[in-house]
């Protein structure tokens, strides 16, 4: 199978120069979490911006200077095995398709593992217990919102889980929640706003390795993560088959899930990147 037979043709883009209100508008309409970039005027692919780009360059405003350039790309004509290959060597979800140096499509995750597992014979009965991610970071839901970014951020995740007082599996959220309820102003000067770099912030923690890293975010409202979590999540079973998960992912538009017992307890997280290396498999 080459990466014609599973891309994306139609896709969406944006061009330099631009700003990050382009790409906040195009993702928002869209709701895609990542995006080509071409020269304005043409179709030459010239970097690459994320969601994850927009938080952690928060003080920036410039497209150019957001995106990423000269990112890894691939043809038509590739083998599928080999994207695969790129993706989870580098821990990308999306690749760039290009013809001739111009932008003609791009391959992602869910384009693939869709093309692959979905309509397998071998996956229709196979469940997903032995892809679950068992190591899952949680948060309370009255964790202030910004701590639960850094925590996120820290652990480098797409996502928290976020629990109750009891233990139990109150919602999650993700990175593009934290996008949506971000502000574009930036907090210019931390210690006049906190009025002292040992000042103390909303919940009472005092820190100035704190107050660094809160100068690189976007401005998140100091709202208990339990009033912004999407409640009404969706989840699958440690019982359910691979085909039937990846069917799930792509009809929700997500790329990962909480597993749930048959009592309701978590048991941890399918992430669509985990069924990825099932798919070379099929192709080869």
């Given at each position: 199978m080459m990466v014609k037979h599973c891309m994306q043709s139609d896709v969406v883009y944006v061009t330099v120069p631009g700003a990050r209100e382009d790409v906040l508008q195009l993702m928002a309409e869209r709701q895609i979490n990542g995006l080509p970039v071409v020269k304005k005027g043409t179709k030459t692919l010239v970097g690459i911006v994320t969601r994850t780009?927009?938080?952690?360059?928060?003080?920036?405003?410039?497209?150019a200077m957001l995106m990423k350039r000269d990112p890894v790309t691939v043809t038509p004509s590739t083998k599928v095995t080999k994207a695969v290959t790129i993706m989870m060597k580098n821990n990308y979800?999306?690749?760039?398709?290009?013809?001739?140096?111009?932008?003609v499509g791009v391959v992602s995750v869910p384009d693939i593992i869709s093309?692959?597992?979905?309509?397998?014979?071998?996956?229709?009965?196979?469940?997903?217990?032995?892809?679950?991610?068992?190591?899952?970071?949680?948060?309370?839901?009255?964790?202030p919102l910004p701590l639960a970014y850094m925590m996120m951020e820290m652990a480098g995740r797409s996502s928290l889980v976020v629990v109750n007082a009891n233990g139990g599996v109150a919602g999650l959220i993700t990175v593009s929640d934290?996008?949506?309820?971000?502000?574009?102003?930036?907090?210019?000067?931390?210690?006049?706003?906190?009025?002292?770099?040992?000042?103390?912030?909303?919940?009472?923690?005092?820190?100035?390795?704190?107050?660094?890293?809160?100068?690189?975010?976007?401005?998140?409202?100091?709202?208990?993560?339990?009033?912004?979590?999407?409640?009404?999540?969706?989840?699958v079973s440690e019982v359910t088959t691979v085909a039937e998960c990846v069917k799930t992912l792509r009809v929700n538009e997500i790329d990962q899930a909480p597993v749930l017992s048959a009592a309701g307890n978590l048991i941890g997280m399918i992430e669509d990147r985990s069924l990825l290396k099932l798919a070379i498999e099929l192709v080869e």
């Amino acid at each position: 199978m080459m990466v014609k037979h599973c891309m994306q043709s139609d896709v969406v883009y944006v061009t330099v120069p631009g700003a990050r209100e382009d790409v906040l508008q195009l993702m928002a309409e869209r709701q895609i979490n990542g995006l080509p970039v071409v020269k304005k005027g043409t179709k030459t692919l010239v970097g690459i911006v994320t969601r994850t780009d927009l938080l952690r360059k928060a003080d920036e405003n410039q497209l150019a200077m957001l995106m990423k350039r000269d990112p890894v790309t691939v043809t038509p004509s590739t083998k599928v095995t080999k994207a695969v290959t790129i993706m989870m060597k580098n821990n990308y979800r999306r690749l760039p398709v290009v013809s001739k140096g111009e932008l003609v499509g791009v391959v992602s995750v869910p384009d693939i593992i869709s093309a692959t597992l979905e309509d397998s014979k071998k996956y229709q009965s196979e469940s997903i217990a032995n892809y679950i991610a068992k190591e899952v970071v949680s948060v309370w839901d009255q964790t202030p919102l910004p701590l639960a970014y850094m925590m996120m951020e820290m652990a480098g995740r797409s996502s928290l889980v976020v629990v109750n007082a009891n233990g139990g599996v109150a919602g999650l959220i993700t990175v593009s929640d934290f996008i949506k309820l971000s502000e574009v102003t930036i907090e210019d000067n931390i210690s006049m706003t906190y009025g002292g770099e040992e000042s103390t912030v909303g919940w009472d923690w005092t820190s100035k390795d704190f107050l660094v890293v809160t100068k690189r975010l976007l401005k998140l409202p100091n709202v208990p993560v339990g009033q912004v979590m999407t409640q009404n999540m969706i989840s699958v079973s440690e019982v359910t088959t691979v085909a039937e998960c990846v069917k799930t992912l792509r009809v929700n538009e997500i790329d990962q899930a909480p597993v749930l017992s048959a009592a309701g307890n978590l048991i941890g997280m399918i992430e669509d990147r985990s069924l990825l290396k099932l798919a070379i498999e099929l192709v080869e």
